[in-house]
């Protein structure tokens, strides 16, 4: 897991799903041409520059993930999250996202709506508090922005 940020810094999870860590070599039509190390990378700096504590994850195991989201219940304060396929299989994983207290954005680098029909339903959708679907990987870095967003300190007297 790779990680950066400030010392107090809001911590945030990247997580990936299955495949996931082939960006940039699996079907780059459609998925586009950033490789995943190039990518965490990118997240890593962007929170910094936002003032949160990225650690990045990747599993192709189901299991892992669920493990990885419930030890984040001790420590992040917001989830980014890519399910991959599990996002359309996995009631196990939507039930590890609905236990977290933590704001999750999932993240879709295809436009998944346009895809295969079996790909238009995500068991994670429900217990997200928003989904950005097809705007290649720069969905994460809105993912990003949106939880620096919700975790900002409120101005005081508002």
């Given at each position: ?5 400030g010392?107090g810094?809001?911590a945030?999870l990247?997580l ?12 780059p ?21 936002l003032g ?5 994850a990747q599993?192709?195991h189901?299991?892992a993930?669920?493990?990885l ?6 420590w992040?304060?917001?989830?980014v ?11 196990a ?8 207290d933590?704001?999750v ?16 339903h995500s ?5 997200a508090?928003?989904v ?8 994460y ?6 939880l ?5 300190p ?5």
């Amino acid at each position: 897991m790779s990680a950066a940020g400030g010392a107090g810094a809001p911590a945030v999870l990247v997580l990936n799903g299955p495949n996931l860590n082939l960006l940039g070599v699996r079907e780059p039509h459609i998925y586009g041409v950033t490789p995943y190390e190039g990518l965490t990378a990118s997240l890593v700096a962007l929170g910094a520059a936002l003032g949160l504590e990225v650690r990045c994850a990747q599993s192709n195991h189901e299991g892992a993930l669920i493990d990885l989201l419930q030890e984040a219940r001790g420590w992040a304060r917001g989830v980014v999250l890519n399910p991959g396929g599990y996002a359309h299989t996995s009631v196990a994983l939507r039930d590890a996202v609905a236990a977290l207290d933590a704001p999750v954005v999932e993240v879709h680098v295809s436009n998944v709506a346009r895809r295969e029909p079996f790909r238009h339903h995500s068991y994670i959708t429900p217990v997200a508090v928003g989904v950005i679907s097809g705007l290649g990987v720069e969905g994460y870095a809105l993912a990003l922005r949106a939880l620096a967003a919700r975790l900002a300190p409120s101005p005081q007297g508002a």
